[in-house]
C-alpha cells in the first residue's frame, strides 16, 4: 500500500478534476463556443476540412505530451470535441480516428508514458548513460513518421470516400 499510495492520491485528484468538470457543464460551453469558432473557419472546402483534421491531431499529440492516460483524455476531450466536430459534419467514429493518431504517435516520447521508466532501466544494462534525453531522441523519428503517415493515410481514406465501417457514413 505504501508504493501506492501517490497513485492513489493523484487518481484522487484526476477523479475530483472529472467530477466538478461534468458537474459545472464547462465542456458543453467550451463544445458551443468551439462550435460557433468552427463556423466562422471555411470548413466547408477541402483545405479547411484538411486544416481541422491537422489540427486536432496536433492537438491530441501535444496534450498527449502532458496527461499520460487516454481513457481520462478522451472522457476529458469527447464532450467537447465530438459535438464540435458533428458541427462541421464530422462523424464521431472519425473524430475519435484522429485523436487516437495524435495520442498513439506521441505515446513513446512522453516521460507520462507508463513503461517510460521501465525502458529507460532495461536500456542502461547495456549503455550505462542512457536516461531520458536518449530515449526521446531516439523514439522521436518514429514519433513524427507516425503521426504524418497515419495521418496522410486518415486522409487518403476520407478523400477516396471510403466508408470507415459498414454503417458509416464517409467523414468529409
Known amino acids: 500500500m505504501r508504493s ?12 475530483q478534476f472529472v467530477a466538478y468538470f461534468n458537474t459545472s457543464n464547462f465542456g458543453i460551453l467550451i463544445a458551443m463556443k468551439g462550435a460557433q469558432l468552427l463556423e466562422l ?67 513513446m516520447i512522453t516521460p507520462l508514458m507508463t513503461y517510460f521508466a521501465f525502458v529507460i532501466v532495461i536500456a542502461q544494462k547495456y549503455q550505462k548513460d542512457f ?10 523519428p518514429f514519433s513524427i513518421f507516425f503521426l504524418l503517415g497515419w495521418t496522410l493515410l486518415f486522409l487518403a481514406w476520407g478523400l ?7 454503417n458509416s457514413v464517409i467523414f468529409f
Open 41 to 107: 473557419v471555411p470548413h466547408n472546402s477541402l483545405a479547411g476540412s484538411i486544416g481541422l483534421v491537422i489540427g486536432f491531431v496536433l492537438l491530441s499529440a501535444t496534450i498527449n505530451l502532458f496527461m499520460g492516460s487516454a481513457s481520462a483524455k478522451w472522457a476529458i476531450l469527447a464532450p467537447i470535441f465530438v459535438p464540435v466536430m458533428m458541427t462541421v459534419h464530422m462523424t464521431p467514429a472519425s473524430t475519435q480516428m484522429l485523436y487516437r493518431i495524435g495520442d498513439s504517435c506521441t505515446n
Open 131 to 140: 536516461g531520458i534525453g536518449s530515449l526521446v531522441s531516439l523514439m522521436l
Open 160 to 166: 477516396l470516400g471510403v466508408p470507415l465501417g459498414p
Open 4 to 15: 501506492m499510495a501517490s497513485f492513489i492520491v493523484l487518481v484522487f485528484f484526476m477523479a
